[in-house]
Each structure stands twice: as structure tokens, then as C-alpha cells.
């Protein structure tokens, strides 16, 4: 919510399975805030970067969602933080 692109964010709980709940934000007129959002890490292939290799999305104008020993948080914020993590993914 922090950035702008997300309505809102729930911690749902399924028998042993967490799950997210997000709802998307859109704007006045009905279209998306988000044009486009990427799966970074899977299952099969996790991505792990120090913090001097976290890339921009978009040149900026997008975030990368790493998961840090400080929690979920934004590449600018983990390069704030000095902090590399698994990358989730990323939205612009």
C-alpha cells in the first residue's frame, strides 16, 4: 500500500496453507494502476541478490518485492536498509 498500487492486503489462513489476499487499486475512471507484475522466484528457482546487485524495474518507475531478514520490502527500501533478500517479484 505503501507505493500506491495496492487497495488492500490480507493474511488469510487455509488449514496449513497462508495465503495473501490482495486487492488491486485502480483509478478514477476504473482502469488499473498496475500495468504489468512479474514472478521473480519460484518453487523450483529461487533469486537471491545482494544488496549491490538489486536491479530498478523499469528504470524506476516500477518496485521489486524482496523478502529481506527485515520482512517483506521494496528495492528502494532494502537498498535503504543494506539488506539483499530473495526477489518475489515485480510490478510496474
Known sequence: AQEGFLGSVNETT???????????KYGPNGEPVISGIKRVSKP??????????LIRTNSGLGISVISTSK???????AR??????EVVCQVW
Open 71 to 77: 520482512g517483506l520490502l521494496t528495492d528502494r527500501q
Open 80 to 85: 535503504k536498509e543494506g539488506v539483499g533478500g
Open 44 to 53: 523450483g528457482q529461487r533469486i537471491y541478490l545482494p544488496v549491490d546487485k
Open 14 to 24: 487455509d488449514g496449513t496453507f497462508r495465503q495473501l489476499r490482495i486487492k488491486l
